[in-house]
C-alpha cells in the first residue's frame, strides 16, 4: 500500500503530464495540419495525426527558394546579433557588479532610466536614418546591443559568486579580464546559456524592426518573408499542378500557415536541447571548499 509522499508524487506526475499535454496538443495539432490535404482541413478532421499525407504546403513555400535565403538572412541575424548581446552584456554586468567600482551606484541608475524611459520609435528611426545604417544589419544590432534587464540578472549571477575564488586568483597575479574568461565564465554557464536562448530567441523573431529599417527584399528575415508569402495567400485556395498543367491537390491558407509556423520554429527547437543540460547543472556545487 502506498503511503502518503507516494500518492502525492504521483498526482504530481499526472497534474505535470496533463499540462505537458495540454502545453504539446497545440505544437502537434500545427504539424498535423501542415501535412494535411485541404479538404481534410476545410472538414475539420486533422487533430493530432495527418489526414491523407502530403507535402504541397511546404512545396509550395519553398518552390521559388526565397524562403532559403530568408532563413540564412535570419541565422546571419540571430548569430552574430546574440553573440555581440552576450559579449556587451558580460562586459557590462560584470564590472558593475563590483563594489569598488567608482560612479557604480550612478551608473547603474543612468541604465535603469533607459529601462524605464525610452526615445520612441521616431526619435530612433531618425537616429537610425542619419547614421546611415537603413537597409543594414548593424541597424538593427547597434541599438539592441545590450537588453538591460538580461543585464541587471547577469549582473546579480555574478554578485552572487563566492569572492574567494576572485581572491585566490588574483593572490596568483591573475588580472580581472583572466579572472572573468578562466573563473567566473566557466561557473556562469547556467545564465549564460539562459540568456543565450533569450537573445537567440527574439532575433530569430525579430519581425517589426526587420519591416522598419531593412528595406531591401534579400535581407529580409525569415519571419517576414514568411509573413509576405502568407499575405500573398488570400483566402482563396491555391492549386499545384503536375508537369502537364493538371491540378493534382489544393493547398488551403490554413496549411500554408501551419507548414510556415513548423519552418520558423524549428531551428530554435533544435538548438534548445544543447542548452536545456546548463539550466539545471549545478555548475557552483564543490567550486569553494573549506
Known sequence: MMNSSSWFRWINVFLLGCCACATLFPFINVLAVSFSSSRAINAGEVSVWPID??????????????????????VVLTLVGTALNMLFTVIAAYPLSKRRLKGRNAMLMAILFTMLFGGGLIPNFLLISMLGLINSYWGLWLPSLISVYNMFVMKSFFEGLPEELEESAAIDGAKDFTILWKIILPLSMPVIAALTLFYAVGWWNSYFNVLIYIKSTDKLSLTVKLYQMLQNVGSELLRTTNGEGVSESTITP??????????????????????QRHFVKGVLMGSVKG
Open 254 to 275: 490554413e496549411g500554408i500557415r501551419a507548414a510556415s509556423i513548423i519552418i520558423a520554429i524549428l531551428p530554435i527547437l533544435g538548438v534548445y536541447p544543447f542548452l
Open 53 to 74: 499525407f502530403n507535402l504541397s504546403a511546404y512545396h509550395n513555400l519553398i518552390a521559388d527558394g526565397q524562403l532559403f535565403v530568408a532563413m540564412k538572412n535570419s
